[in-house]
Each structure stands twice: as C-alpha cells, then as structure tokens.
C-alpha cells in the first residue's frame, strides 16, 4: 500500500529516514580510535547499506549519491578537506623528559600523537604530571624537542590523507565497467538480430524429446547463455521457450515446477562462470584488482567452470527428485531462420572474435578490459547498433556497480575498513571456518539484498583483513573473494533474491514454497562445495 508522502511505502519512507539518521549516527557514538573521516565513511556506508535494503530511492541512485558524499565530505577537494592543515606544535621541555603541552594534544590519558610523515601520526606514551588551565605537565622519555605533536587529536585530518576526487569519479571508468559495458552492449546486439535465440535452437536440438533430458538441455543452454549475456535477460528468453513445453502437461502435472524452476536456477549458476556472467563477479574482480591480484578472464573460467558444471548436475538430479516426469516425449518446435543480414552478419563477426580474444587471454596477454572495447567500437562504428539501442543498456547496472568500487575506496582510505574488523579476534577463527563463514553470509545475505549489494559490502571487509594481516600468512586474498563471488550467486531461495527468480515467478507456474525448498538445498550444497574448492582446487590453480 503507497502512502501518500512522495508515493513511497511505509516500508521506503522508514527506510529513508534510517538511512539519513545512519548518515550522522557515527557522530553520535564514542568510536574509540576511529578517525573522523572514518566517522563520515562509516556514516555513508549505513546510509548506502539501508538504501539499498529499503530502497527508498532506486539503488543505482543510491551508488550515485555515495559518490556524490565522498567527493564532497572525503575528497582533498571537497569543502570538507581543501586547504586543511594538520595543527601541529613542537612540545615545550620544561627540564629533562618533562614538557608542557596544549590539553589538547593528549589522545587519552596516557598517548599523545607524533607526526612521522604527512597525515601520518604514530602514539607515544606519556605519564601526566600536571593539569594547568589550558597546558599539560607530561613525562615522556619518547618525545624531543623536534618533533611535532598533534594539538587536536580529534581534528579531521588525523590519521586520514585526502585522495583526489578522481578517484571516485574514475570508478565510472573502471575497467571491470567496461568489461562489463561490452558484455551488455553483446548481448543488445544479440536480442536485436536474434542471435539468442538462434542460439538456443541450435543448441538445445541435440537434447531429443525425452524430458530430463529436455531440462537438462535447457539448464544447459540457460547457463551457456547467461555466461555471455545478462542472467536476467537470458531467463526472460529462456522462459519464452519453455512455455509452450509446459503447455503439453496436465494441469495437475508437478514436472511443470520443475521445469520452470530450471531456468532462474541456471541462469544464476550459469553467470557464474566468466566475469562478465554476473556484477558480483565483477565487483570482486575490480576489488582484487586494486590490490594487485588480478584474474583472467581465462583464468576466471577455469576457476569457477568445473564448480558451475558440479552445481548443475546437482541441480537437474535434484529438480528431477522433487518433480519426475510423467510423460515420455515432448514435441519442441525448434524451426526458424538464423538472420543473414550484412549487420547481423557482422555482430557473428564481432561477437566470435571477442569471445575468442577473451577466453585466449593469458595466449595474447590482452587484458579482457581491452579486449571489451572491440564490440563497445565496432557495434556503434558499424551502425549494428543504434543510438536507441545505446539508451536501452542497464546503465543503472553499471552505476551500481560504480558506487560499489567507490565505497569500498573511501572505506579503504579512512580506514573504516580496518577499523570494523580491529574488535574481532579474526585470527582465532581458523582460515578455512573464515571461508565457511563468508560462504554462509554471502548466500544469505544474498537472498534478502542484491547479490552486487552483498558482495559489494563483503569485499571491503575481504581487504582489509588481507591488509591489516590479522589472519597471518594463511589468508588468500583471491580466493576469499571467488568465494564472496560465487557464493553470492548461489542464493535462490526466494522471488526477490534474484531477477531471474522473479521473472520465472511472474509465469504463475512456480509456487514460492517450491522455490524455496530447492533454493535452500543449492545454497547448503553450494557452500559445502565452494569450502573443498577453496581446500583442494583454487589453491592448485591460482598460484
């Protein structure tokens, strides 16, 4: 039910003003030992995680607005930080290891800070002898008369170096963003000159009539498919296909579940499988990349292929269990006419070389960044696409995942990032409980939220426990992050935990009950299997 306050629901509207009361509520809270710039990234990372749970505003509007508060409040051009200067004084000796210093200089009662470098401060101890008005008496063997002390250790410049504004604005420019820009441009171009669905004739003709192995076909076609195009628009196609099939059952006949369920249930493993298959494979990509563990897109592949082939035998023995067939044959119409046009022509042309370029990556050595530049030019150059084609891209897509690489910048660099993990004996868990853990978090997380959202708050979390060192030398910065990835993509159990669960819902055919039971079983399995990956196969194949 809308209310009538700017046509949001109750839900939204509550949303909204948690979200605003999330922005300010650090302020409000004795944080201990974190910076103020700390205060303004934990504020817009409540603001941006309640945002995008309530979604009083859409989500890549959310993404926009993040970048908007950090070039405003944490940029070195931002009002908040453009001419700032540290204050800074050298302490008064008043006799040997005794000084005077402003009140304000002491970090707690027993630490003051010392500045080492440019926005650098180092705490020594001190013992206070004194309280006089405005001064303090302290004894300190650590200090000399050289050395600046901070005067106000609460100033927004402690512990915080300013980066340029440029590098929120440059996440629009980010090479996982243009890897992912081509893939969408691809798959327009695909659905335009019926590339898709040729696609899908061709490929599924092999499977005969029976039905398992009809299913079987189209969970293969549906991941084949939403490795290469979005998983979304793939179970929109797919779902066209398999309704005339379902058509030929009874009305009471429950393989029909089964059927419908295999698409959406694909089309979320099948993304998968390369980078460009699903945003939080790029969002973790472009995370690992800003701390120089890159990935192929080839080496992508042989990561998460073999998983993504094991989820999907799982899935179609499972599907087969819960709703067997009652009939033996099925009579498919897979006649049509593959489009000869020069333009279509040239989308094969283009598509083809792409793809090949990609997947022959560590061959050439051509970043897949680069290579995404070939279809985004030659589409547009060859008139393949139009300017209306252009306008119909998800740009929201790729704002969203924008925002994602900006927040975890600016919780990076305040140290925010660290800062959330410094009250959690981490190193105490275990390396393999860790990835148990974030296994666990990520799927279900990811049932409730986006799963670019889920992975978008996880890897900043990911980082800094690979940056802080708290975990000692068994932490694997990579292979954490392919577990957030695929995890996230294994959350099925309801309509709202990914598109193609909805578009598969809106037929009428699934029922939620259905969805969910078999939903939950993938989730358990496929973290049980992502945890002996992460054990016996990433590690052989990633160093």
Same mark, same amino acid.
């Given at each position: ?29 004795? #944080? ?25 505003? &859409? ?46 200089? =002491? ?21 206070? !002898? ?12 650590? =200090? ?80 084949? #498919? ?32 089964? =059927? ?45 292929? &073999? ?48 793809? #090949? ?83 666990? !978090? ?18 900043? =979390? ?20 392919? !577990?957030?990835? !695929? ?43 992502? #945890? ?12």
């Amino acid at each position: 039910m809308k209310s009538g306050y700017s046509g949001l629901t109750p839900t939204q509207i509550t949303g909204l003003f948690l979200g605003i009361f999330g922005l300010i509520l650090p302020f409000l809270l004795p #944080l201990g030992s974190l910076s103020f710039a700390g205060q303004i990234g934990l504020g817009i990372f409540i603001m941006a995680a309640v945002f995008w749970m309530f979604e009083p505003i &859409p989500i890549y509007a959310t993404s926009m607005l993040v970048i908007f508060l950090q070039i405003l409040l944490l940029s070195a051009q931002g009002p908040m930080y453009m001419d700032a200067q540290l204050p800074a004084s050298e302490p008064v000796e008043l006799r040997e290891h005794t000084w005077q210093i402003p009140s304000g200089a =002491l970090l707690d009662d027993q630490t003051v800070l010392v500045v080492t470098e440019p926005g650098k401060t180092e705490a020594v101890p001190v013992e206070i !002898v004194e309280r006089n008005g405005q001064h303090i008496i302290i004894r300190s063997e650590e =200090l000399s008369a050289d050395q600046a002390i901070v005067t106000n250790t609460k100033h927004r410049l402690v512990n915080y170096i300013p980066n340029s504004y440029t590098d929120y604005i440059g996440t629009l420019a980010n090479p996982i963003i243009i890897l992912f820009l081509g893939g969408f441009m691809l798959a327009e171009a695909s659905v335009k000159y019926n590339l898709d669905k040729n696609l899908t004739r061709y490929l599924l003709s092999p499977f005969g009539s029976k039905p398992r192995f009809i299913i079987l076909g189209l969970m293969l076609v549906t991941a084949a #498919l939403s490795a290469f195009m979005s998983n979304t628009a793939t179970a929109a196609m797919m779902v066209t296909v398999i309704l005339p099939i379902i058509a030929q059952l009874e009305p009471g006949d429950r393989f029909k579940f089964g =059927l419908a369920l295999s698409i959406p249930i694909a089309a979320n493993i099948g993304g998968i499988a390369t980078p460009i298959g699903t945003p939080p494979n790029a969002i973790v990509i472009a995370a690992l990349t800003e701390y120089g563990k890159s990935i192929s897109f080839t080496d992508w592949i042989i990561v998460a292929a &073999p998983l993504v082939v094991m989820m999907l035998i799982f899935a179609w023995w499972l599907l087969l269990a819960f709703f067997p067939p009652s009939v033996d044959r099925f009579n498919l119409n897979l006649k049509g006419k593959l489009n000869l046009s020069p333009k279509a022509i040239g989308l094969y042309v283009i598509f083809g070389a792409t793809v #090949l370029l990609w997947i022959t990556e560590n061959m050439h050595g051509i970043p897949s960044s680069m290579v995404a530049f070939l279809p985004v030019a030659a589409l547009v150059t060859g008139s393949i696409l139009s300017k209306s084609d252009i306008r119909n891209l998800p740009w929201d897509v790729l704002w969203l995942m924008a925002g994602g690489i900006s927040l975890g910048i600016g919780m990076d660099k305040t140290g925010l990032a660290v800062w959330m993990i410094s009250g959690f004996d981490w190193g105490a868990m275990g390396y393999i409980t860790l990835i148990l853990v974030f296994g666990i !978090v990520a799927v279900g997380m990811s049932n409730f939220l986006s799963n670019t959202v889920t992975a978008t708050l996880l890897m900043p =979390l990911v980082i800094s426990l690979h940056t802080s060192g708290v975990m000692g030398d068994s932490f694997n910065l990579l292979i954490t992050g392919i !577990v957030i990835a !695929v995890a996230c993509s294994l959350a099925m159990a309801l309509p709202i935990s990914t598109p193609p669960n909805a578009i598969a819902m809106s037929t009428g055919i699934i029922r939620t009950k259905d969805m969910a039971k078999v939903g939950v079983i993938i989730g358990i399995v496929g973290v049980m299997l992502i #945890l002996a990956y992460a054990m016996f196969y990433w590690p052989l194949v990633t160093n």
